[in-house]
Each structure stands twice: as C-alpha cells, then as structure tokens.
C-alpha cells in the first residue's frame, strides 16, 4: 500500500513540474520536451475541401475546413472545426494557430502538426493548454480534377490531438 501511494505522489509531482513525457509519437522537430500531456483525444471525422479558382484561374480543390468528432475512453467528449478549433462538452474550447507540420506517414495522409494555442474560451479541460499535436494521421489527404466551381468534397480522416502545457 505505501508502494501505491509513493508512485502516485511521484506521478502527481511529475505532472504538477510538467516533467511528465509529452507525446511520444510526435516528431523530434516538434520539440515539445517540457510540455506534459494534459489530454490526449481521438478524432473521426472529414477534411472538406472545396473546388476553386487558383492563382491561374484553373480551378482545383483547396482545404476548406476540419469537421471531426473528439472521442476520449470510447465516449464522445468534443468536436474539432474550422479555426482550426477544438471545443469540449465540459464548456471549454481552444483555437490554434499552426506552428510546424510534419509528412504523415502515406500520400494519402493529411500532415502532422503543431500548433501553439492562440485563444481559450471557457474552462475545463483544455484552459491550460498551450499546444495542440495532430499526431497519427490516417487518410484526409486529396487531389484530383474539380469541374464545378464551389463544388464540395469531404475526404475521411482519423487522428490523434494531443493537449500540452
């Protein structure tokens, strides 16, 4: 029992220091050593991208917005938008601002990111957070021809967010 209780005051001090690792999975040129993990969740969802005029004229599909559900412990706890944005169900949101991306691991993977904290709203989980990581990214990625302009298309997508501080 003093075991147990040892570990956690140790557990506990790592967290309260910020000493506790940070997002294993995340890229060396991340850098986020120092910054604890305050929350890790799942995201399900699409990358909508939307048919457009680029610089030439000729139209192609350009990143429109995220649309994801949050999933923490098989439950849905949030959902992630456009700002990119990250709002939880206890009232608490954060918007990002992107900082460094990474190659996910296919072609067909959308990046790896980093991106610092710009804004909070309300309180909860998330009101300590000073970085977001996409991490483990499957799918979202697309490419092709577009005809119509304003045309829409939402590209599946998984991946990991994870809080620090």
């Given at each position: 029992?003093?075991?147990?209780?040892?570990?956690?005051?140790?557990?506990?001090?790592?967290?309260?220091t910020?000493?506790?690792q940070?997002a294993?999975?995340?890229?060396?040129a991340?850098?986020?050593?120092?910054?604890?993990?305050?929350?890790?969740?799942?995201?399900?969802?699409?990358q909508?991208y939307?048919?457009q005029?680029d610089a030439?004229?000729?139209?192609?599909?350009?990143?429109r917005?995220?649309?994801?559900t949050?999933?923490?412990?098989?439950k849905?706890?949030?959902?992630h938008f456009?700002?990119?944005?990250?709002?939880?169900?206890d009232?608490g949101?954060?918007?990002?601002?992107?900082?460094?991306?990474?190659?996910?691991a296919?072609?067909g993977?959308i990046?790896l990111?980093k991106?610092?904290v710009?804004?909070?709203?309300?309180?909860?989980?998330l009101?300590g957070?000073?970085?977001?990581?996409?991490?483990?990214?499957?799918?979202?990625a697309?490419k092709g021809a577009?005809?119509?302009?304003?045309a829409?298309h939402a590209?599946?997508?998984s991946a990991?967010y994870?809080?620090?501080?």
């Amino acid at each position: 029992m003093t075991t147990t209780f040892g570990f956690s005051l140790v557990a506990l001090a790592l967290f309260a220091t910020g000493v506790a690792q940070a997002a294993p999975d995340a890229p060396l040129a991340f850098d986020v050593a120092g910054h604890a993990t305050l929350l890790t969740l799942h995201g399900e969802g699409a990358q909508i991208y939307q048919c457009q005029p680029d610089a030439s004229g000729s139209l192609a599909w350009s990143f429109r917005e995220p649309i994801a559900t949050l999933i923490g412990d098989g439950k849905t706890v949030g959902r992630h938008f456009a700002g990119p944005s990250w709002e939880l169900d206890d009232g608490g949101a954060v918007k990002g601002k992107l900082a460094l991306s990474a190659p996910g691991a296919g072609p067909g993977d959308i990046p790896l990111l980093k991106l610092t904290v710009a804004e909070h709203r309300g309180a909860g989980a998330l009101a300590g957070a000073n970085l977001v990581l996409r991490l483990n990214t499957h799918g979202g990625a697309f490419k092709g021809a577009c005809s119509v302009a304003g045309a829409f298309h939402a590209e599946s997508y998984s991946a990991d967010y994870v809080f620090l501080r």
